[in-house]
């Protein structure tokens, strides 16, 4: 069975950084794209940012766009986040996902999902 855990995340000050990961197993990791996407409490799951299967190509929501940075290590299966500058709006808990289209920011396009990290960002 396909595991996808994150880690990384905590309470952290505003203006502040983190680094999320996301170990996937049982996958052949090379040949998905990889999303993050975050839920806050009240709303829905939205996008984040994601990584095309080789790491060359990147999108982000416009919210964390020069904020934050997706990247891979395929060889170690294992996908991050670094997160600077954090605002208060960024709290919510992070998820990684894998899926085959390249390019959707849709949730419904990924197939297999972690179990999330919380982060907190304080004010």
């Known amino acids: 069975q396909v595991q996808l855990v994150e880690s990384g995340g905590g309470l952290v000050q505003a203006g502040g950084s983190l680094r999320l990961s996301c170990a996937a197993s049982?996958?052949?990791?090379?040949?998905?794209?990889m999303g993050w996407f975050r839920q806050a409490p009240g709303k829905e799951r939205e996008f984040v940012a994601a990584?095309?299967?080789?790491?060359?190509?990147?999108i982000y929501a416009d919210s964390v766009k020069g904020r934050f940075a997706i990247s891979r290590d395929n060889a170690n299966n294992t996908m991050y986040l670094q997160m600077n500058s954090l605002k208060p709006d960024d709290t919510a808990v992070y998820c990684c996902a894998a899926g085959i289209r390249w390019g959707s920011r849709a949730r419904n396009e990924y197939d297999y999902w972690g179990q999330g990290t919380q982060v907190t960002v304080s004010t």
């Open positions: 990584i095309s299967r080789g790491g060359i190509s990147t």
């Open positions: 049982r996958l052949t990791f090379s040949g998905y794209v």
